[in-house]
């Protein structure tokens, strides 16, 4: 179920619906001065609130809990918090897949009694020397009321016991492999899709 807080493109959507029924008001009942008005004017108050959303867009505020491995990212309208554990020696060849299921049937669970939470699956693969580290990361995101700052209390809470589960499960999986917290660049470069972009300390 799409959550209207994930759904990036609604206000696209909302301003092609709005020009669709001014464009069908123009084309199928021209004589309706009233309707074509009523839409007409409802078209520009959506333009005008959409420019002015997209003129005030600011950077996201970053925030890092170095003890508990925790990056709250709060945006205009959400707040999303998230977490990570690397495996952070894996041996080249090693088949990760048959005990990651172990490890996604723990999260379902999890998920199944706390609805609302994400599993991401990430490989980082420096450009230096340093070792590939592979990783799960939970992420709970919701619409940010004020400040934000509640909400990531909120979230926090919820997070801390998926980490915790998380960390147990991948123990149980891959028990000769370290398992690690991931580091603040690790978490930022996975939320953003693999570049540390937007990110203000």
């Known amino acids: ?31 309706d001065i009233l309707g074509i008005t009523i839409a007409g004017a ?3 108050l959506y333009s005008l ?30 707040v999303e918090v998230a977490c990570a554990r690397v495996l952070s020696s894996v041996p080249i060849g090693i088949d990760l897949s048959h005990s ?4 996604l049937q723990s999260m379902y669970t999890r998920f199944s009694n706390c609805p609302g939470g994400y599993l991401v699956f990430f ?3 420096p450009v230096d020397n340093r070792t590939t580290r592979v990783g799960y990361l939970v992420r709970r995101s919701g619409l940010k009321l004020w400040k934000g700052l509640s909400q990531v209390n909120s979230l926090s809470s919820k997070v801390v016991t998926d ?3 998380l960390e147990r499960a991948m123990r149980a999986a891959y ?21 540390e972009t937007h990110a203000v300390i």
């Not at 209207?4 to 464009?23: C, M, P, R, T, Y």
């Not at 420019?51 to 709060?74: A, C, M, N, Y």
């Not at 990651?100 to 490890?103: A, E, F, P, S, T």
Request: charged share 20%.
């Open 163 to 165: 980490i915790m589960i």
């Open 1 to 31: 179920m799409i959550q209207l807080n994930e759904l990036h493109d609604l206000k696209w959507i909302g301003l092609s619906i709005f020009v669709a029924i001014f464009g069908l008001k123009l084309y199928l009942v021209p004589d």
């Open 42 to 44: 409802g078209l520009a």
């Open 175 to 195: 028990p000769h492999l370290p398992v690690e917290n991931a580091s603040f660049q690790d978490i930022i470069a996975t939320c953003t899709g693999g570049l």
């Open 100 to 103: 990651g299921r172990k490890v």
């Open 123 to 125: 490989i980082i693969r």
């Open 49 to 78: 609130a959409l420019f002015i959303h997209l003129s005030s867009k600011t950077q996201p505020r970053v925030l890092w809990d170095e003890e508990r491995g925790i990056v709250s990212i709060i945006r205009q309208w959400t």
